[in-house]
């Protein structure tokens, strides 16, 4: 029989799992993975529950074991050499003024362009963004989660939907 | 803020920035209520903040996309109820002291047993360890901004009966004269390891935080293959007849030796 302390791990933790598959499956495109790391995830914080702070994020604590378990996968490894340009100071928000009027054309009722887009953002865009629209947490966690300073979560999160808005605009000549 | 952003827009229309924090709530009252006074007269950035939430409320749909399979959450709890289960923390466990060896033969051992881990230690990692990743996680966990060690406090005095009935081994301390130039205790925690009960020291060197992981070496007689480094952390380990150690953190290699080696030297105080 589990003991309570288990017991109430389970019950913060257990009503987490659509989202924490849901992304695990965004970080590895992968089904079988995707549920070995969610299971890792919960077992790993599971055995780390004590050191959990009452009072803080539950949800971005487990996102963060989910990210750092992520990292030790062979997908995750391959990921982690890659090196993301893009947060490089220089190349960013030289462009972005954010949506301009034309931007508000863009069709967002098309699931499947929507889906592509997504698809085709650069992963350290879609994790931040996914983290931040789907997830709702919050900047200064997202940071945490992912070990990087909340400027570049800023930054990642402006230069994914500015992806995305250009990425949904040739759509709306086809679909017109 | 001016109420008159029409007339200049080029400074008074919100950055992209200060758009996006506002569409994810990120903005403090204030500076929210600055730019629900501009949105008022302006209807560019009415727009703008428009198209930013729709797309936002549209990613969102997107984004929750992979539903798990119907079996897979029973296969979890399954797996979960399967573990070692964590009990209370405030455990009266009747612990039985184990006394340390005091021979002059046990410091020379234990000086070839520290050099020889330490040499090994310095490896690459190449294949993933489990033990590994679960050091990493749990030092990094210290590394966040939320968290609090159970124990703070530099006095070895208190940090070590802290564990007194917690952990059923027990361990010495070195005096902080006897830790290495710019050593720090700084707190201690009690935390699993390899699914063993095991005391979480943490130290500072130079600035760099140090997580020194205590186990008992009657439950796990080895440590199995770990990588001298991982993601930029130097993982290096001691034992002792009765202890593994495990350090990691990203300090110079050579400091982090120095500390295991006080560590090792202060559970043969005779």
Known sequence: MPSSRTEDFEQLALPLFPSLYNHAFWLTRNQAEAEDLAQETFTKSLRAFDSFQPGTNFKAWMFRILRNSFLTTRTGIAASRTVFLEDHPETLDTADRGPTPEDNLIRLDNQAALHAALEQLPPPLREALLLCDVEEIKYKDIANILDVPIGTVMSRISRARRTLRQLLQPQLGESL | ?270
């Not at chain 2, 301390?173 to 830790?179: C, E, G, I, Q, S």
């Not at chain 2, 020291?201 to 770990?226: M, N, W, Y």
């Open chain 2, 1 to 270: 803020m001016s109420q008159t952003p029409q007339t200049n827009p080029a400074i008074e229309h919100l950055s992209p920035g200060t758009l996006n924090a506002f569409i994810d709530g990120e903005l403090s009252p204030a500076e929210r209520q600055a730019v629900e006074q501009h949105l008022a007269t302006c209807h560019a950035c009415t727009l703008r903040v428009l198209s930013a939430t729709q797309l936002k409320t549209a990613t969102a749909g997107a984004g929750r996309r992979f539903v798990p399979p119907p079996e897979a959450l029973s296969r979890l709890t399954a797996q979960l109820r399967s573990q070692p289960q964590i009990e209370p923390l405030p455990q009266k466990r009747k612990s039985t002291p184990i006394h340390l060896v005091r021979t002059a033969i046990w410091a020379t051992l234990a000086a070839a047993i520290l050099l020889t881990v330490s040499l090994l230690g310095w490896r690459e990692l190449h294949p993933p360890s489990t033990l590994a990743a679960e050091l990493l996680d749990q030092h990094l966990a210290t590394l966040s901004s939320g968290a609090t060690p159970q124990v703070i406090s530099t006095d070895r005095h208190t940090v070590k009966p802290w564990f007194q009935g917690r952990l059923p081994f027990s361990f010495n301390l070195p005096d902080n004269t006897a830790l290495p130039p710019d050593t720090v205790l700084k707190g201690a925690d009690l935390t699993y390891l390899n699914n063993q009960p095991a005391a979480l020291l943490l130290f500072t060197i130079h600035k760099h935080e140090v997580s020194v992981f205590l186990t008992q070496r009657a439950t796990s007689p080895t440590l199995g293959d770990l990588p001298g480094t991982r993601r930029g952390f130097t993982i290096h380990s001691a034992t002792t007849p009765d202890l593994h150690m495990i350090a990691v953190s990203d300090v110079n290699p050579a400091d982090l030796d120095l500390l295991l080696a006080a560590l090792v030297q202060a559970q043969n105080p005779g």
